[in-house]
């Protein structure tokens, strides 16, 4: 969350930003309830010292017996009021909490100014868009063709957007997250395997709650969540604590499957695996020191593009604009790999510096030199495996259905085609 003083104390500054950004917000609300607060906290303050001065001097007058009922009378009428505004006050904090928590971060004035995806800027790209001698299918045909993407068992276990994985497919899936996971450790990231559910307060920690809670998976009868990427329970790992400064930055990857509700996209990619409502992810968590925020986010969307270089897929990289970045984010990189079947590049990686927006909801402060100061926290996909699965597929295909498997992954898979 965005530091309350600094919104009460910049509001115009904050009101500005936040316009950029896609939906509304409302900053003078977490302005004024801060305001009253503050002038609560003065007026209890200056009473709680006069009726001090009151009851000594009651207790003077009482003791040389003399009549103190005035006196009396002003104390319980001041004692009166305090409680007045004390219970004022107990109504404004939690309204005041979830003002301010509902005010998104500000974009980092390197953010291109934009209001939707159209106005995103290309950064760079690697290889060219995969081109065929022949007429190119879509994934879920060729899966589907070849027996290893099963929708429709998928739709009888679960519903629409689940999908059954099987034989080479569940295979290549398999060793789509281990070659992930082997690569980005390797690359000096430390390895996490989290649960898969979580608290209401590691919800709000990272920002899913209170804005985004139609679309997460709840678990009605413990009050649990089920994760809608890696990103929250390895980012709650240090809630609440105090890291050595010495320490930064401190990089984690972890495999989890995810899950997620998709409210509002009804119609969209609704066959294949791009949008489903159960996939595999590797996510890539860092902790950091301010002053080293932006070149480490360079870094992290570095190690997920290598993913992808590494497999040979072409792919391009491009900043979000103020009015397509993520409600926690300060600045996001998108990578995105070419789809044949799409005929574009399609997202498969996020990559977004949060600076201290998620420390202050969390508390996570770093100590150094005696002092203590809120840590800055990225993390990006790296990369979501469903997502790269069908990339291979479509950008591997060959003239006789079958499909070529990666160099990278032949070792994995044991095997260098499927269906041949």
Same mark, same amino acid.
């Given at each position: 969350m965005l530091d309350v003083r600094y919104i009460a104390e910049n509001l115009e500054e904050v009101k500005t930003a936040l316009a950029n950004r896609s939906g509304v917000y409302d900053p003078d609300k977490v302005a004024r309830l801060y305001n009253r607060k503050r002038e609560i906290l003065k007026e209890v303050e200056v009473m709680k010292a006069t009726r001090n001065k009151e009851s000594e001097q009651i207790a003077i007058k009482k003791k040389q017996k003399l009549d103190a009922t005035e006196d009396i009378k002003r104390m319980k009428e001041l004692g009166d009021k305090i409680k007045n505004l004390d219970e004022e006050l107990a109504t404004i904090e939690p309204e005041l909490k979830e003002?301010?928590?509902?005010?998104?971060?500000?974009?980092?004035?390197?953010?291109?100014?934009?209001?939707?995806?159209?106005?995103?800027?290309?950064?760079?790209?690697?290889?060219?868009?995969?081109?065929?001698?022949?007429?190119?299918?879509?994934?879920?045909?060729?899966?589907?063709?070849?027996?290893?993407?099963?929708?429709?068992?998928?739709?009888?276990?679960?519903?629409?957007?689940?999908?059954?994985?099987?034989?080479?497919?569940?295979?290549?899936?398999?060793s789509v997250y281990n070659f992930m996971l082997n690569t980005h450790t390797e690359a000096g990231y430390e390895e996490i395997f989290p649960p898969f559910m979580v608290n209401r307060e590691s919800m709000y920690g990272t920002g899913q709650l209170p804005k985004f809670e139609e679309d997460a998976f709840s678990v009605k009868n413990n009050g649990f969540f089920l994760i809608p990427t890696?990103?929250?329970?390895?980012?709650?790992?240090?809630?609440?604590?105090?890291?050595?400064?010495?320490?930064?930055?401190?990089?984690?990857?972890?495999?989890?499957?995810?899950?997620?509700?998709?409210?509002?996209?009804?119609?969209?990619?609704?066959?294949?695996? @791009?949008r489903q409502h159960q996939?595999?992810?590797?996510?890539? %968590? #860092?902790?950091?020191?301010?002053? *080293?925020?932006? /070149?480490?986010?360079?870094?992290?969307?570095?190690?997920?593009?290598?993913?992808?270089?590494?497999?040979?897929?072409?792919?391009?990289?491009?900043?979000?604009?103020?009015?397509?970045?993520?409600?926690?984010?300060?600045?996001?990189?998108? @990578?995105?790999?070419?789809?044949?079947?799409?005929?574009?590049? %399609? #997202?498969?990686?996020?990559?977004? *510096?949060?600076? /201290?927006?998620?420390?202050?909801?969390?508390?996570?402060?770093?100590?150094?030199?005696?002092?203590?100061?809120?840590?800055?926290?990225?993390?990006?996909?790296g990369l979501a495996v469903g997502r790269t699965v069908a990339a291979i597929i479509e950008n591997y295909q060959q003239a006789d259905g079958s499909v070529k498997v990666p160099d990278a992954l032949v070792e994995y898979m044991g095997c260098e085609y499927i269906g041949k």
């Open positions: 003002a301010v928590l509902s005010v998104p971060n500000i974009p980092h004035p390197s953010v291109p100014v934009g209001k939707e995806e159209t106005d995103n800027v290309e950064i760079r790209k690697f290889s060219q868009p995969t081109t065929f001698d022949f007429e190119p299918k879509p994934h879920w045909e060729i899966g589907e063709k070849l027996g290893i993407i099963d929708a429709a068992t998928g739709g009888k276990i679960a519903g629409a957007r689940f999908t059954v994985m099987k034989g080479l497919g569940a295979r290549l899936e398999r890696a990103e929250v329970p390895v980012t709650n790992m240090l809630r609440g604590d105090i890291v050595d400064g010495e320490t930064l930055p401190l990089k984690y990857c972890a495999y989890t499957a995810c899950f997620r509700a998709e409210a509002g996209s009804a119609g969209r990619d609704t066959r294949g695996l @791009i996939f595999n992810k590797v996510e890539l %968590v #860092e902790f950091c020191k301010p002053e *080293d925020s932006l /070149d480490e986010l360079e870094k992290l969307t570095a190690s997920a593009e290598n993913i992808l270089k590494l497999l040979k897929l072409p792919y391009r990289v491009v900043a979000l604009c103020t009015g397509d970045i993520g409600f926690s984010s300060a600045k996001t990189f998108d @990578i995105e790999v070419w789809m044949p079947s799409y005929n574009r590049y %399609v #997202e498969i990686s996020s990559c977004s *510096d949060f600076m /201290d927006y998620q420390a202050r909801r969390m508390n996570i402060k770093y100590r150094e030199n005696g002092k203590t100061a809120f840590v800055h926290t990225l993390n990006g996909s």
